[in-house]
């Protein structure tokens, strides 16, 4: 019954990781080099809906298809996106922000338990907003790191422009997660 349970999270993974592939191509392209797209939406979401292991699992396939060739870094490969590309920091963010925010639901909203409605769209509200600050931190550190910009020019370029895209995003996430948590619980436990 336990290889059930992990072959059914296991798919789920697979799943995630291509729609995280997905949604480099799904984006609009800003004059500083860093489109918005949905792809940080997916990972994130994979974090909130597989949990803290199988959502980072998601976000660690998606990373290894870049680093081996496949364009999913919006639109670039290699291991050099990876580690010295614009967008690297928000890159490792997916993974980060996969765990924590995971983990954030593990803790206070685990798939199990009833929770009144107010609660659950509080507490996943939390989970996704921490997310989106782990996510943004991580690709503000490592734009000031590989791009050599002071702390206000990467916020300028890295955060500013993206803020209300990621209101709607955060919005989405909440919606979704709310939608189709309980089915991925009900499927997978």
């Given at each position: 019954?336990?290889?059930?349970?992990i072959?059914?999270n296991?798919?789920?993974?697979?799943?995630f990781?291509?729609?995280?592939?997905?949604?480099?191509?799904?984006q609009?392209?800003?004059?500083?080099?860093i489109?918005?797209?949905?792809?940080?939406m997916?990972?994130m979401?994979?974090g909130?809906?597989?949990?803290?292991?199988?959502?980072?699992?998601?976000?660690?396939?998606?990373?290894?298809?870049?680093?081996?060739?496949?364009?999913v870094?919006?639109?670039?490969?290699?291991?050099a996106?990876l580690?010295?590309?614009?967008?690297?920091?928000?890159l490792?963010?997916?993974?980060?922000?996969a765990?924590?925010g995971?983990?954030?639901?593990?803790?206070?909203?685990p798939?199990?338990?009833?929770?009144?409605?107010?609660?659950?769209?509080?507490?996943?509200?939390?989970?996704?907003?921490l997310?989106?600050?782990?996510?943004?931190?991580?690709?503000i550190?490592?734009g000031?790191?590989?791009m050599?910009?002071?702390?206000?020019?990467t916020?300028?370029?890295?955060?500013?422009?993206?803020?209300p895209?990621?209101i709607?995003?955060?919005?989405?996430?909440?919606?979704?997660?709310?939608k189709?948590?309980?089915?991925i619980?009900?499927?997978?436990?």
């Amino acid at each position: 019954m336990k290889n059930i349970k992990i072959q059914k999270n296991l798919i789920l993974s697979a799943l995630f990781a291509a729609l995280i592939c997905v949604g480099c191509f799904i984006q609009i392209p800003l004059p500083g080099g860093i489109p918005i797209a949905i792809q940080d939406m997916m990972a994130m979401l994979s974090g909130l809906l597989l949990g803290p292991v199988f959502g980072a699992l998601s976000v660690i396939v998606f990373l290894v298809l870049g680093v081996i060739g496949l364009p999913v870094f919006t639109g670039k490969a290699g291991i050099a996106v990876l580690l010295n590309g614009p967008t690297s920091g928000f890159l490792w963010g997916y993974l980060v922000s996969a765990i924590v925010g995971g983990l954030f639901l593990l803790v206070f909203l685990p798939g199990g338990k009833s929770h009144s409605k107010a609660k659950q769209y509080v507490l996943i509200s939390l989970a996704a907003l921490l997310e989106t600050v782990v996510l943004f931190a991580c690709g503000i550190a490592g734009g000031m790191m590989i791009m050599k910009m002071s702390f206000a020019k990467t916020l300028a370029a890295y955060l500013i422009p993206f803020i209300p895209g990621n209101i709607i995003k955060i919005i989405l996430m909440v919606f979704l997660t709310k939608k189709i948590r309980p089915v991925i619980y009900g499927y997978t436990h």
